[in-house]
């Protein structure tokens, strides 16, 4: 079975800086999505970047980007020049690309990000 | 175009009785998906809908649980005789079709049970 790792369960980072958030995960998959999502207190679960397995580059979105280490089963985010707006639960998901097994997302426990102003 | 909604945001229940909750997908989504979501825990895959498929229920933790989803748009998630450890957030979610596309998030709701 698929799992997903986030072993940071709180971080901050001040205003302006970058941080980084780690997320592993463990598959015997070689087809699947990986994704970085968002849950602000208003608790509705935003989708910040999505990986896909068989791309080499790594996915960016504005201030968001990944690295994306498939061998070492590694999906770090990477936040540049972090605003108040990021302060959120962010989480880690996993979905396989295999018909049949790709229904769901597997998730990691989230981690906390405050940003200092 | 509108996002995933679900009703109500929150409900307060005493333990025993039956709660129903709604989810109303991204018009055209022909995916549903239910998630639980308990404090200090990761989301919790319940059901998935695809179309007029027989939907997959392997994530319902209990037969108190139950789902279904009317004209393949709306669902509903019943909760029969709440305990307290049903207490948590909701999230629906949707997507186009299933296999490679996103899935977007509904506000969730957030059921406390007494």
């Known amino acids: 079975a698929q799992t997903v790792t986030q072993s940071q369960p709180e971080m901050s980072v001040q205003e302006a800086e970058t941080v980084t958030l780690s997320c592993t995960y463990d598959?015997?998959?070689?087809?699947?999505?990986l994704f970085w999502y968002k849950q602000p207190p208003s608790r509705q679960m935003i989708l910040v970047i999505r990986?896909?397995?068989?791309k080499q580059q790594n996915a960016t979105e504005n201030r968001f980007s990944v690295n994306f280490q498939k061998a070492a089963k590694s999906f770090s985010l990477k936040i540049s020049d972090s605003q108040l707006g990021d302060a959120a639960m962010y989480f880690c998901?996993?979905?396989?690309?295999?018909?049949?097994?790709?229904?769901?997302?597997?998730w990691g426990l989230g981690t906390s990000l405050a940003v200092n102003p | 175009g509108a996002g995933v909604s679900q009703s109500p945001s929150n409900k307060v229940t005493e333990k025993g009785k039956d709660v129903e909750l709604r989810c109303d997908p991204i018009?055209?989504?022909?995916?549903l998906y239910w998630y639980r979501q308990s404090l200090g825990q990761g989301l919790e895959f319940l059901i998935y809908?695809?179309?007029?498929?027989?939907?997959?229920k392997s994530g319902l933790p209990s037969d108190r649980f139950s789902a279904e989803r009317t004209g393949g748009s709306v669902s509903t998630l019943t909760i029969q005789r709440t305990q307290q450890e049903d207490s948590a957030v909701y999230l629906c979610?949707?997507?186009?079709?299933?296999?490679?596309?996103?899935?977007?998030f509904g506000p969730g709701t957030r059921l406390t049970v007494l």
């Open positions: 979610a949707s997507s186009l079709r299933t296999s490679t596309d996103t899935q977007y």
């Open positions: 018009s055209g989504h022909t995916a």
């Open positions: 809908f695809q179309g007029n498929s027989a939907p997959d």
């Open positions: 598959t015997s998959e070689s087809d699947y999505y």
């Open positions: 990986q896909e397995a068989y």
């Open positions: 998901a996993y979905r396989s690309g295999h018909a049949g097994n790709n229904r769901k997302l597997i």
